[in-house]
């Protein structure tokens, strides 16, 4: 946790970061099977955020050491999580594992287009069958689609034949917007 360096400098002059890797390093120092970590990574910046996740993985690995994560940051979810449990209102929404649940909600992927220009920027829908436009600027566009209903090489021959395509990313939907998806669900029953 890189903690050699604090050891001589009093709690009330460290940063919020390092106060966070000294209270987690704090955690281990009694070899504890389950650690208990709520907002782990709360207003840290970037590198401290990925050196906690690190070592968090490290330990879990290492130590086999159960952590039980309670986080609004999708990327602690993301990159810490096997297992993912929803809760929304004392109501458990979810409980299923990572894997199992990006596969069960990735029926939507998103693709994204840098083109020369952009021949739907300014116009009313797409001429696609299960794609819909998720953001457009005159030299891009990126699209969601099902892949229940098209595929991706689908969706590249319609934009090529329309425009000249400089850039393509394709890229399934994260965490974030498969529970989004879940809580409005939730909220419309």
């Not at 009694?30 to 590198?47: Q, R, Y």
């Not at 490290?58 to 999580?81: G, P, W, Y």
């Not at 689609?145 to 990313?169: F, H, L, N, P, W």
Request: charged letters at 30%; one cysteine or more.
């Amino acid at each position: 946790m890189g903690l050699a360096p604090l050891l001589s400098i009093p709690e009330r002059q460290l940063s919020l970061g390092q106060k966070m890797r000294c209270n987690i390093a704090g955690a281990f120092l009694h070899d504890p099977k389950v650690v208990f970590l709520d907002e782990p990574t709360i207003g840290l910046d970037a590198e401290s955020k990925a050196g906690i996740r690190e070592f968090i993985r490290r330990i879990n690995a290492e130590e086999k050491t159960t952590f039980i994560v309670t986080s609004h940051d999708f990327q602690d979810i993301e990159s810490l999580c096997q297992r993912i449990v929803l809760i929304n209102h004392g109501k458990i929404l979810l409980d299923d594992s990572m894997q199992k649940v990006k596969l069960d909600f990735n029926r939507k992927k998103q693709i994204q287009f840098e083109v020369d220009v952009n021949p739907w920027y300014g116009k009313e829908g797409l001429p696609m069958e299960g794609v819909s436009a998720d953001a457009m600027t005159p030299h891009s566009l990126r699209l969601e689609y099902d892949v229940d209903a098209t595929d991706s090489v689908e969706i590249i021959q319609a934009v090529s034949g329309k425009c000249e395509i400089r850039d393509i990313t394709i890229a399934g939907r994260d965490i974030e917007s498969i529970i989004r998806e879940i809580l409005k669900e939730d909220a419309a029953s």
